[in-house]
């Protein structure tokens, strides 16, 4: 059984700065895609961030040079960190992995982040 578990989120200053993790049971993160994805209420969710199973790394233009994903493999966790967010980085984020062999999508339960004065 799949499980990714989400921490990290919070309320936090414009400009300042957060660190997402999100901990896999079930699947390797060395053999497969993970991705940070964002939701705005009453959207859709939207790609953020994230590593393909052959490596490298993507990121949405809106966060290049603001936000980088990396993987902890022997701790199997992936983490997104933050900086210098923006009131529009505010939005529930996800921890997503597709499984190379089926290509079903997992997802984490969501974390809340909110840029606010």
């Known amino acids: 059984q799949v499980q990714l578990v989400e921490s990290g989120g919070g309320l936090v200053q414009p400009g300042g700065s957060l660190r997402l993790s999100c901990a896999g049971s079930?699947?390797?993160?060395?053999?497969?895609?993970v991705a940070w994805y964002r939701q705005y209420p009453g959207m859709s969710r939207e790609p953020v961030a994230s590593?393909?199973?052959?490596?490298?790394?993507f990121y949405h233009k809106s966060v290049k040079g603001r936000f980088t994903i990396s993987v902890d493999y022997d701790r199997n966790t992936v983490y997104l960190q933050m900086n210098s967010l923006k009131f529009e980085d505010t939005a529930v984020y996800y921890c997503?992995?597709?499984?190379?062999?089926?290509?079903?999508?997992?997802w984490g339960q969501g974390t809340q982040v909110t840029v606010s004065s």
């Open positions: 997503g992995a597709r499984s190379t062999l089926t290509a079903q999508m997992f």
């Open positions: 079930g699947i390797d993160f060395s053999s497969n895609a």
């Open positions: 590593i393909p199973n052959g490596g490298g790394t």
